[in-house]
């Protein structure tokens, strides 16, 4: 596999290239950072992206929401010390084809490598089940979007919604960004105030009469 690390940890990152090109496969580009991830990714399109949770400038969770939406076609890992339900939750939510602790046998992490190559989830018996037991769960009782939420960008992609533009190529073009990231925020948007449609967010938007530009 052509593979991508990012971790902001140069020790670790040596040690992982030469376990993997030991192993036959290519680590094409290294990052410090999710942003840097997301940047190397668009540029080499790798296989399979080995993502590190908590990295500075932008997080794991948040590189790999942002990373899927782009390049959908791109599997990623994380490969994490956190042990976290949460944080396990969040990464496969983004998007994951996996999450591998930091602490594995190369035998089983090369063999959770290759189901991820696959198109299978790649997860540790002990993490499936905690998967499972998160599933399980009944549904909590839904609370009110909060549009507070919403960052200065995705205000201002609403902003525009609400005021008639609502396609990608006509949001890109007035905000100056890619169709791909103009996808990414609406994507945020409809997630964060739980909603399924461009058409459900302007009608929130214009119900609440939200004040976008604050």
Do not use: C, W
């Not at 190397?40 to 990373?67: F, K, Y």
């Not at 890992?77 to 602790?101: C, H, M, P, R, W």
């Amino acid at each position: 596999m052509r593979i991508l690390i990012a971790d902001d940890h140069a020790l670790f990152r040596d040690g992982l290239r030469s376990l993997l090109q030991s192993h036959g496969h290519e680590v094409i580009g290294e990052a410090r950072n999710g942003r840097q991830a997301i940047e190397l990714a668009l540029q080499l399109h790798p296989d399979l992206v080995l993502m590190d949770i908590q990295m500075p400038e932008l997080d794991g969770v948040s590189a790999t929401r942002e990373l899927t939406a782009q390049l959908p076609d791109v599997k990623v890992v994380a490969l994490t010390a956190s042990e976290q339900n949460e944080t396990l939750f969040d990464a496969i939510k983004a998007g994951a084809q996996g999450y591998l602790l930091k602490n594995l046998e190369a035998e089983e992490f090369f063999a959770l490598l290759d189901r991820a190559s696959a198109g299978e989830p790649a997860l540790t018996p002990n993490l499936a089940r905690k998967l499972l037991q998160e599933f399980a769960k009944p549904a909590a009782v839904p609370t009110a979007p909060d549009s507070d939420a919403l960052t200065d960008r995705e205000r201002e992609v609403l902003e525009l919604m609400v005021e008639g533009v609502t396609s990608n190529r006509k949001l890109a073009n007035r905000l100056g960004l890619s169709e791909n990231t103009v996808k990414f925020h609406v994507r945020n948007i409809l997630d964060k105030l739980r909603l399924h449609t461009r058409a459900e967010a302007v009608g929130y938007a214009m119900r609440r009469k939200m004040d976008v530009k604050s």
